[in-house]
């Protein structure tokens, strides 16, 4: 019989009517073979039609034909001939110690692993027809009497075969336990979405498993935890559906999936995996594009900071800094500003590591470190293909960041980014990094810093008590003390108890204004750099997260954790009036 996955499948692609589907489920059963060679045979659904709808619920996984290979009689004798015929598996490829095998139903991860353990070899899924698998068997092992008679003898030997494979791996592999696993991933994967988490932590201990979703930037236990008897099984699960190799658990993996969501449409997941002490940790990232913000005007910028923005990457030539740590939302601001710059008459290159989301009109390029195309070499090529803007993903060293610069002088605008604490530093890391300060101040336009802050939840939204001193000692002039309520969230079912619900970004904008740029000539350090900023109007990350605590966004806890590090901020913002423009 077919796995439950595949049946799943076969009943989500709609190629089956419901009674042609029930007879066949009913005759496979009784005759114990798999369900798609029952309707391939009948010819109750095209092979080609079928095999695409199978290979796409199983995240790409490639379609071959064994009846039409030629394979060698070396790889044939890999497996022994009763294996092949009673898996209804089929060698097709031999590479060094990985084993290619076609089969008609990949989701029997017991199997594959019993097998793999048998031969001594890694094995390789690909997917095949249960026709095209049959044909091929008949093909190249025969078809006489012993094979018809395990043919008929075929329900009999799977049960067989799953007791064999249970007490191997000290593991349930029936239909219910199969189900278990498909079931508990998929419906994790949609409450994730729902609950708008931004990743999926699959952690494997000793003795237990731990599944945590970050929402809002904090990562939450999950319930209900999954059932540890089968944590193999669901690490392979996870692995197979994006696309990994599941006998490969020495080296991290990178993979990806989809997933439709019931109320929010197709969701694309980003998978990595990593070998630890108990197993393989699994991270899966969501990407939902109905998620990303595209209007400048809804980032989080005060009205005076966008300006600056819009002021820098609408000029002829230069380059703009975004910078921040990982998950401060400069992907976000990246994006806002190319859709900004995405006009019919623009030609605009994007470089990134990787691909986070496709925007139309504009030619988006995954570098592969692996195979030494970097960023320095997307640059090179793209300014061989006539941009006008040029977005790379990361400036990491000297040479990426000269042809960035030499690119931002020779009449392109140049968007990219940093990790550093605030705008000043990253001015001070590009001169560190080796990049001449006088290219610096005629190609930077400007560097804007972010952070995200958590939006305190409207459901349990109440007024905080927080001491005057306090309130001065974390920047805001005394003069506004007592003048505004500050708000933080008691905790209810609509937040997960969190107090929060949701993010917003705070600024800070650096432009490179005529004293910045004798500041930086002068080699002057970061935090000089910062007081001449703000002399000149620049407001900081701290300033920023004072007027969301202002207009009742964000709690003061959330202003300390996204604007701890905003060195001297305390004395400049009690110097400058921050809230004059809320």
Known sequence: ???????????????????????????????????????????????????????????????????????????????????????????????????????????????????????????????????????????????????????????????????????????????????????????????????????????????????????????????????????????????????????????????????????????????????SVWGEKIVLRLLDKSNLQLDMTQLGFDNEQLEQFKDSILKPFGMVIVTGPTGSGKTTTLYSALSELNRITDNVVTAEDPVEFTIPGICQVNVRPDIDFTFSKALKAFLRQDPDVIMVGEIRDLETGEIAMKAALTGHIVLSTLHTNNASESIERMRNMGIDRFTIVSALNCVVAQRLVRKICNECRAEDSVAPEKQIALGLPEKYVGKFKIYKGLGCDNCNNTGYRGRAAIYEVLTVSEPVKRAVVDNMTALDLKRIAMANGMQTLRQSAWKKVYKGITTIDELIEASGSDDDANASAARQENLRSA
Do not use: C
């Open 1 to 275: 019989m077919s796995g439950a996955r595949i049946v799943d499948l076969i009943k989500r692609s709609n190629l089956v009517g419901q009674a042609d589907m029930a007879k066949a489920m009913e005759f496979s059963q009784r005759d114990g073979i798999p369900l798609t060679l029952f309707l391939l045979r009948n010819k109750i659904v095209a092979e080609d039609q079928l095999m695409r709808a199978l290979s796409e619920g199983l995240g790409g996984l490639e379609v071959v034909t064994p009846d039409k290979m030629d394979i060698d009689s070396s790889i044939l004798a890999s497996v022994p001939r009763e294996m092949v015929i009673q898996h209804r598996i089929l060698p097709i490829n031999k590479i060094t110690n990985n084993l290619i095998l076609a089969v008609g139903d990949p989701t029997n991860l017991g199997l594959f692993d019993a097998l793999s353990a048998k031969l001594g070899v890694k094995i390789r899924l690909k997917l095949a027809s249960e026709l095209s698998i049959q044909n091929a068997i008949n093909r190249f092992y025969g078809s006489g009497e012993e094979a018809a008679k395990v043919a008929t003898q075929q329900k009999a030997v799977q049960q067989k075969a799953a007791a064999a494979l249970a007490n191997l791996q000290g593991v349930q592999t029936n239909d219910s336990g199969e189900s278990y696993v498909i079931n508990y991933i998929e419906r994790l994967m949609v409450v994730a979405a729902q609950r708008r988490a931004s990743d999926i932590h699959v952690e494997p201990f000793e003795t237990s498993m731990r599944i945590r979703l970050r929402v809002d930037g904090s990562l939450l236990e999950y319930k209900p935890q999954p059932r540890f008897e089968f944590r193999d099984a669901l690490l392979s699960r996870v692995k197979l559906i994006s696309g990994l190799d599941i006998f490969e658990k020495r080296l991290p993996q990178d993979g990806n999936t989809k997933l439709d969501i019931p109320g929010l449409g197709k969701m694309d997941f980003r998978v990595s995996s990593l070998p």
